[in-house]
């Protein structure tokens, strides 16, 4: 038994497993998930746990290079957009904006959809990793 770090085995096995460019998503409870994705349920109740709260975590234990948000993040939820840009800023991150609907179709590509109680619109992200031997924070 491990003394730190993430207590969810499913998630720090994906977090092990990722190689450079490797994509996972963080989603609120709505995100349909593709077929053949694999799907980490976090949801207990709407809201719990929250999309910041699991994204708090994963900072903390994923190097990333790359931010997918959805172009309707900024207008319909612009209190988590202004979290994103705080925690990923766009001068040291890559960021990409898309519809809502090419965000749904990037996600078939992650290796996993980690789903939060998040009960707010457009609280998706998709994450590329980094080469942890980058300089990058």
Not at 9 to 34: E, F, R, Y
Not at 84 to 110: G, V
Not at 117 to 126: F, Q, R, T, W
Request: with cysteine; aromatic share 8%.
């Amino acid at each position: 038994m491990q003394r730190h770090g993430i207590l969810n085995s499913h998630i720090a096995k994906v977090l092990a497993d990722l190689g450079h460019t490797d994509t996972i998503c963080i989603a609120d409870c709505g995100l349909p998930v593709p077929e053949g994705v694999e799907k980490i349920d976090l949801a207990l109740t709407f809201g719990t746990p929250s999309f910041q709260q699991v994204m708090d975590v994963i900072w903390m234990h994923m190097k990333v290079e790359a931010i997918h948000v959805a172009e309707e993040m900024k207008e319909h939820n612009p209190h988590l957009y202004r979290y994103m840009e705080s925690t990923y800023p766009k001068d040291a991150f890559q960021w990409t904006e898309t519809h809502h609907d090419a965000f749904k179709e990037a996600t078939k590509h992650c290796k996993c959809i980690i789903r939060t109680g998040e009960a707010s619109p457009y609280a998706n992200v998709i994450l590329r990793a980094d080469c942890i031997f980058s300089d990058r924070p």
